[in-house]
């Protein structure tokens, strides 16, 4: 008896610790969410980390040509299908060349007859109504008692003399324009126009452009001015550290100098300041069509100098040196 109850009892304690160990035991594991189910993750409500920005590199400006034109009255009245051509390369390489500014330095026409003045405003007013300029009058394009008033009347002349930017009824003229990172300022001077106090009022007003002076009679020779040329070398030029280039026409051939300021007196002249003159127009064989490319450099500063003919379509005038059509100024703007 007594072993029976011992094995009944130990029966019964066997089946109370099977069911205290099921009750104990762990629940089946709930698989964990993966990293895409960020609505379940403790991190949810924390915004990614934003990527750090790059900076864009500062543009550098863009190299830029100015086109310059000179005495062009033998072909405006003999030969216009060449001044066309040079309108038509200037037109057509507008983008390629990156052209900013076109200036001529008088002598358009050679005489007062409705041919020239229709042969001048074929060529030059599709030029000036694309592009910004400056053109000044030469001995040619004005009347014997030395009037401005029939050259300011041309529409090649209007289209670049702007209101509140000329000098005594448009005897001179000054334009602006912004290319390559820079401002520059250029003034046409008349034939023989003496307009010194005027130019350093309008320099004062754009003390940050750099400066360019158009006219027709400047150099004589190497070293040697004429009395416009001179008025402004010795009155303007000295006050203003940006004045940096003087182009000019009327006699024949082609002349660079290059003078020296100290604008900061040390001792040592550290601005250049460049006059040229450039005319082919007596060769009326071999010197038909040629203009001056004058290609400025952001970077070093410098301006490229090459002759063209659109006409001839060569880049070299064959009577003048090498070195005297294609060239480089250093430091010069």
């Not at 005495?71 to 299908?81: F, L």
Request: with cysteine; charged share 20%; glycine share 6%.
């Amino acid at each position: 008896m007594k072993k029976a109850l011992a094995l009944v009892l130990f029966c019964c304690l066997m089946l109370l610790g099977y069911a205290s160990q099921a009750e104990t035991a762990a629940p089946e594991a709930t698989p964990t969410p993966r990293a895409t189910e960020s609505s379940s993750l403790p991190c949810a409500d924390v915004p990614a980390p934003t990527p750090e920005a790059v900076p864009s590199p500062t543009p550098v400006p863009t190299p830029f040509t100015l086109v310059w034109i000179s005495d062009t009255q033998n072909i405006c009245r003999e030969k216009s299908p060449v001044f066309d051509s040079m309108r038509d390369w200037i037109l057509e390489n507008r983008e390629k060349e990156n052209i900013q500014f076109v200036v001529h330095t008088g002598d358009v026409i050679d005489g007062f007859s409705p041919t020239m003045f229709e042969n001048a405003a074929n060529a030059m007013v599709p030029i000036f109504q694309a592009l910004p300029g400056m053109i000044v009058s030469g001995n040619h394009d004005i009347s014997k008692n030395g009037s401005q008033y029939y050259f300011v009347q041309r529409p090649y002349t209007q289209l670049v003399q702007k209101k509140g930017q000329t000098y005594r009824d448009g005897d001179a003229a000054y334009a602006t324009f912004h290319a390559g990172g820079a401002d520059f300022l250029v003034f046409g001077l008349g034939y023989e126009v003496k307009c010194t106090d005027w130019m350093n009022e309008v320099i004062a007003q754009h003390p940050n452009h750099v400066v360019i002076a158009v006219i027709h009679k400047g150099l004589e020779k190497k070293g040697v001015f004429f009395v416009d040329a001179r008025n402004i070398f010795q009155q303007v030029v000295p006050k203003c550290p940006t004045f940096r280039l003087l182009l000019c026409g009327h006699m024949r051939g082609t002349i660079t100098q290059t003078d020296w300021f100290d604008d900061d007196g040390d001792g040592t002249p550290e601005r250049s300041f460049t006059s040229m003159m450039f005319n082919y127009q007596d060769d009326t064989l071999n010197g038909l069509g040629f203009m001056r490319l004058l290609k400025f450099d952001p970077l070093t500063r410098n301006i490229e100098i090459s002759t063209y003919s659109p006409w001839l379509d060569l880049w070299h005038y064959v009577r003048a040196e090498e070195s005297d059509d294609h060239f480089i100024l250093e430091n010069a703007w």
